[in-house]
């Protein structure tokens, strides 16, 4: 695999806060790639998140955004909210392969962004179709079901693949339902 251009993806998606028991998940499509060409991939070889405004829905309390890159929808389907447990990291999972987590305290009027984790990213990955998002956010007390802003910047290198590394890589980061 040849590494090519390097290009940023930024944006902005929306979540919903929940409880520290039952933080609601989303998954976020951000880039899909709709060509043929068996020879294109994409590694992410940096990623940010943070809350836009972490003051929305919290008071003097500790709010934790946890943020996993993936290359398919794992626990339910874009938009729909789905149960994410506070352990919803699971890097067993080979179309999960980024993750994240910041807290944010709000004491009053001045928000401190503290356990500040660098993104972790498996380098042994390769976008080949889509990338998802799907972010978690949970209080100690209150707020949920307020609705919340991630601003992202995630940095993609393109890399040239032989069509059976293309392939390799494409049925590795799809979820195979091998039961029915």
Not at 25 to 40: A, H, I, K, N, P
Not at 48 to 70: E, H, M, N, S
Request: some cysteine; glycine content about 8%; overall charge negative.
């Amino acid at each position: 695999m040849k590494p090519c251009d390097v290009k940023s993806l930024r944006g902005v998606f929306t979540g919903e806060y929940g409880t520290y028991e039952a933080g609601k998940g989303y998954d976020e499509l951000l880039f899909e790639y709709l060509g043929s060409d068996l020879t294109r991939g994409w590694k992410v070889i940096h990623a940010d998140f943070w809350l836009l405004d972490p003051a929305t829905g919290i008071a003097d309390q500790t709010v934790t955004l946890r943020v996993k890159l993936q290359t398919d929808v794992i626990l339910g389907t874009t938009p729909t909210a789905y149960d994410m447990p506070v352990t919803g990291f699971n890097p067993n999972d080979n179309r999960e392969f980024a993750w994240y987590t910041r807290n944010y305290e709000n004491m009053g009027c001045k928000i401190l962004a503290d356990n500040f984790v660098q993104c972790i990213i498996d380098p042994d990955h390769v976008i080949t179709k889509q990338l998802y998002a799907s972010s978690v956010s949970y209080e100690c007390t209150e707020g949920e079901g307020s609705r919340y802003d991630i601003g992202y910047c995630i940095v993609v290198q393109e890399i040239k693949t032989t069509p059976s590394q293309n392939i390799l890589q494409t049925v590795k980061g799809i979820g195979q339902n091998i039961t029915n």
